[in-house]
């Protein structure tokens, strides 16, 4: 889990860290394709699957990353890459060990991280390195309208996550919180 730097305002500048307020009403819906393969996945597991593989091709990323929050824990549950290396699959973090991470899952608002930010949290940057990934957008899976999974897309190089693709992100998490809400309420009546 990177976290963003902590104290950090609504975004002046893209390479800064990033505290997502705006939304996409006036523009054409561009989630149809990820919420349609959303909708076709039969099991939870595929849901979480589809999830990130569609946001990692949504928003032009190398990889995303799924983790399960349970109470004060994350852990990762379900990743693709582009290059199909792994990620971070079956580590598990401490939610107050990353500050802004822990405000990503209780505020239910995006956050992104750039490693050649100049405020970046050495921390971070470290994690960012260890990944081999420049840049990192945080999103909350909400269920429930609470946040049941922290959603990690990662970018390399140079290409900061502007506000059109964190709207598009967060637009995919809703489609894919939805979709996992259909399906617990199908088992719950069957």
């Given amino acids: 889990m990177v976290p963003v730097v902590a104290g950090s305002s609504p975004v002046r500048h893209p390479r800064s860290a990033f505290k997502f307020r705006g939304s ?3 523009t054409p819906d561009m989630t149809l394709p990820a919420a349609e ?3 076709r996945e039969t099991t939870i597991a595929g ?3 589809t999830t990130c593989v569609e946001l990692t091709n949504a928003l032009e990323a190398e990889a995303c990353n799924l983790s399960r929050v349970i109470g004060q824990l994350l852990v990762d549950l379900v990743e693709h890459s582009r290059d199909g290396r792994r990620i971070q699959l079956g580590r598990a973090y401490l939610v107050p060990d990353y500050p802004v991470t822990e405000e990503v899952v209780e505020s239910g608002e995006p956050r992104t991280v750039w490693l050649y930010d ?9 994690l960012l390195r260890e990944l081999d990934f420049d840049a990192l957008l945080m999103l909350p899976l909400q269920l429930d309208e609470r946040c049941w999974g ?3 897309v990662y970018r390399m190089g140079t290409r900061v996550f502007s506000s059109e693709d964190i709207a598009l992100g967060i637009e995919i998490a809703a489609h894919a919180g939805r979709a996992v809400e259909n399906l617990q309420r199908r088992a719950a009546a069957a």
Avoid: N, S
């Fill in 24 to 26: 996409r009403a006036d």
């Fill in 47 to 49: 849901v979480l699957k």
């Fill in 37 to 39: 393969a959303l909708q």
């Fill in 118 to 126: 100049p405020g970046v949290d050495p921390g971070e940057a470290a």
């Fill in 150 to 152: 922290l959603l990690e």
